[in-house]
């Protein structure tokens, strides 16, 4: 079974500093590909950064990155100079057979 | 930048009653999902779709749901003799296509409550 595990339900930071988010999946596919999804208050789901499990080179998007260890099956969001607006939901997904199998959310606050 | 819509935003519907909720899929795409949230749960995976038939369903999705695209631009989910349990968050999304990895689009979601 494919699975996907967040093991931080909650955490906050001040505005300005780096936050880690971690993500630990499982899958017996050979290629597949990680996301990271916010969730805002205003409840839609908005695409982060995306990682294909054969790239080695972690994916950059701005001020968020990934650390991707496949052989860990591990996969953290790094949010730099974290901001006001990146306060919300933060769900890991991997897809994989055409379905996005998902975490259980880390809540991120920030806090001015 | 185009959007998946849905609607409505929240419902409240008696135990029994039937439902549908409505998207309005990103207009050049092809791949249609349903996705639903209960509260406090993880986000799952209810049913694809795509050139008007179903590609592939969750155990989730049993003969009590159905989707529907009645015309071009609407995509419905039809939730027939609701339950207390079918209280959830109701994600709507789609994609330009079905590669691995091809970035899925999501809407606001609609708010079921079934009492």
């Known amino acids: 079974a494919q699975t996907v595990t967040q093991s931080q339900p909650e955490m906050s930071v001040q505005e300005a500093e780096t936050v880690t988010l971690s993500c630990t999946y499982d899958t017996s596919e050979s290629n597949y590909y990680l996301f990271w999804y916010k969730q805002p208050p205003s409840r839609q789901m908005i695409l982060v950064i995306r990682?294909?499990?054969?790239k080695q080179q972690n994916a950059t998007e701005n001020r968020f990155s990934v650390n991707f260890q496949k052989a860990a099956k591990s996969f953290s969001l790094k949010i730099s100079d974290s901001q006001l607006g990146d306060t919300a939901m933060y769900f890991c997904?991997?897809?994989?057979?055409?379905?996005?199998?998902w975490g259980a959310g880390t809540k991120l606050i920030i806090k001015p | 930048e185009p959007e998946v819509t849905q609607t409505p935003s929240h419902q409240v519907t008696q135990m029994g009653q039937e439902v549908i909720l409505r998207c309005v899929p990103i207009?050049?795409?092809?791949?249609f999902y349903w996705y639903r949230q209960i509260l406090g749960q993880k986000v799952e995976f209810l049913v694809s779709?795509?050139?008007?038939?179903?590609?592939?369903k969750s155990e989730i999705f049993d003969d009590q749901f159905s989707v529907e695209r009645p015309d071009g631009s609407n995509f419905t989910l039809k939730i027939r003799s609701t339950k207390l349990e079918d209280s959830a968050m109701y994600f709507c999304?789609?994609?330009?296509?079905?590669?691995?990895?091809?970035?899925?689009?999501f809407g606001e979601g609609s708010w079921l409550t079934v009492v």
């Open positions: 999304a789609s994609s330009e296509d079905r590669v691995a990895g091809n970035t899925i689009y």
């Open positions: 207009s050049n795409h092809l791949y």
């Open positions: 997904a991997l897809d994989s057979n055409y379905q996005l199998i």
């Open positions: 990682q294909e499990a054969y």
């Open positions: 779709f795509y050139n008007n038939e179903i590609s592939e």
